[in-house]
């Protein structure tokens, strides 16, 4: 299995300097990946580091709480797209899912995913697999489709738990071939790589990724 293509090379930490984006960008670069991921400080100057490869600028938005207005998410989208971000994973309104109010969560969703597609941009959501019951993991699934996303996406790696097998499954069974699953959060291995992609993943996440690829 050829998992380099699969990778979104992930650094997120709040913490993480310019040399560290860097190392991450000439990683991506040497292993191609299919994206860099990281905050939207970084985005410019990873898109600029990026140029002349097919390795894509990935960043994240109303991260990692989901929790800010749908104003402010899609600004916050509009201006990394600005800045040369390809990729756009945001998360959800976690809250308003588990309050049961999904018209909210779908508006909120869609209006990023259409600030998005309007510029030819991927967006994943997140939906934060670790603090969702099985129903609303398959609810939150749906209302990512039906908003048009081009991916599901299981955790943000800042909550309790990251991806897992049986998450990835579920989602997958959800949402069949109709967008893809980006399974990210504690893929720390080449076999939970692959266990991941063998359960319907078609994205990783993850900071472990040379640690994969080397197997």
Known sequence: MEL???????????????????????????HNFASVMINPYWVKHTHEELVGTDIHTATVIGFPLGANTTDIKVAEAKKAMDDGADEIDMVLNIGELKGNNLEAVEADIKSVVDAGHSENKIVKVIIETALLTDEEKVKAAKLVMDANADFVKTSTGFSTSGAKVEDVKLLKETVGDAIGVKASGGIHSKEEA??????????????????IVNG
């Not at 709040?14 to 190392?23: G, H, L, N, S």
Request: aromatic share 2%; net charge negative.
């Open 4 to 30: 380099s293509k699969y990778i979104d090379h992930t650094l997120l930490k709040p913490e993480a300097t310019r040399e560290q984006v860097d190392k991450v960008i000439q990683e991506a670069k040497e």
């Open 194 to 211: 692959e266990a991941m992609v063998e359960a319907g993943a078609t994205r990783l996440g993850t900071s472990a990724s040379i640690k």
